[in-house]
């Protein structure tokens, strides 16, 4: 089945814009608060959908206001939220962002209700992982439950990809699960080792990943696109230049929508160049899940690139 699966958080997203990131003991006067929805699986899940996948969301929210308010919000994404579970115990999780006047943002989070996304609750779904195309995957939920939704989508010829983002440390069990890893320069040097700051250190870092058994490798690099290795070509992909507003969700959105393009029969590079687009228009807005793109408008903004040479 053509069908997108995504594994991961759902967060409410507490937004402060301040001037700069205050320093210890430092009290800033900031503007602009707003609570949205956020979490790094629910951006993924909503990008993939709002790009043109047929998407499913395996998650798990608190009974209360804002994770019903979510949820509802996923279903008027035409995401399936047949798998996002209630939990009565616990609220559903938080992330404190700061956004600072350069776009740049800095995050703290608390799991909450994603702590308890167990592999017992993974097991349940396992027909929903067994029957998608691709399965994707970050680490804001346990790392038990990760590993268990790869080795379900392994054991039915799922593909499965990682986004591997907050950046720790894996074992060489759960990379070798995975089909396409997705880090950007501090995630890869964690898991490899190896600094990554240009495309010689990326290729460097891409081998590394190759012999831990994973074929396809992208490794995004901020300005300077994405580093893009697998067995027929290694090449480095640049992106669009635009005006950062905030840079929350960037890379859930380039997630989103390269599995979208390739999931509606892109080819690599065209995949690739829509991720891009999708990504760029989602920095120039406020938010997480408020600044991700339709389909449509990344088709505009990649014509009018083209028009411009670009």
């Known amino acids: ?22 320093r210890p003991g430092e009290t800033l006067t900031g503007h602009g ?25 395996i998650a798990r929210i608190g009974d209360d ?11 008027a994404d035409g995401i399936d939220v047949s798998a996002v579970e209630r939990d009565e115990a616990l609220p559903t999780g938080i992330a404190i962002i700061y956004v600072s006047d350069e776009g740049e943002n800095s995050i703290g989070i608390s799991a909450e209700a994603n702590g308890a996304l167990s ?6 779904h396992e027909s929903m992982i067994a029957d998608a195309h691709t399965l994707l995957l970050q680490l804001e939920v346990p790392l038990e439950s990760v590993f268990e939704a790869a080795r379900l989508a392994r054991a039915h010829g799922t593909r ?13 069990e759960l990379l070798a699960l995975v089909d396409l890893i997705t880090p950007n320069q501090t995630e890869a040097e964690l898991l490899t080792g190896v600094p990554v700051t240009d495309e010689a250190s ?20 901020g300005a300077q696109g994405v580093y893009c290795s697998n067995p027929s070509q290694q090449v480095l992909i640049p992106g669009f230049r635009v005006t950062a507003v905030d ?38 807005r406020l938010g997480a899940q408020s600044s991700i793109p339709s389909e449509a408008e990344v088709e505009a903004f990649l014509l009018a690139q083209a028009a411009q040479g670009h």
Do not use: C, W
Request: aromatic fraction near 6%; glycine fraction near 10%; hydrophobic fraction near 50%.
């Open 202 to 221: 990326a290729r460097e870092a891409a081998a590394r990943f190759h012999q831990l058994g994973i074929q396809e490798v992208m490794i995004t690099l």
């Open 65 to 75: 206001a804002i994770g019903r308010q979510m949820q509802a919000g996923f279903a």
């Open 33 to 57: 608060y707003q609570v949205v929805p956020g979490g790094k699986g629910a951006n993924q899940a909503v990008a993939a959908a709002r790009l043109g996948a047929p998407v499913s969301f």
């Open 160 to 172: 499965v990809v990682l986004n591997p983002a907050p950046a720790r440390p894996l074992s060489a």
């Open 1 to 22: 089945m053509n069908r997108l699966v995504v594994l991961g958080s759902v967060n409410a997203d507490h937004v402060l814009r301040v001037p700069h990131f205050p």
């Open 119 to 124: 592999p017992e609750m993974v097991k349940r």
């Open 247 to 284: 840079t929350t969700a960037a890379g859930d959105t380039f997630n989103g929508a390269l599995l979208a393009a390739q999931l509606a029969g892109h080819d690599f590079h065209g995949a690739v160049r829509f991720a891009h687009g999708a990504a760029a228009l989602s920095v120039t």
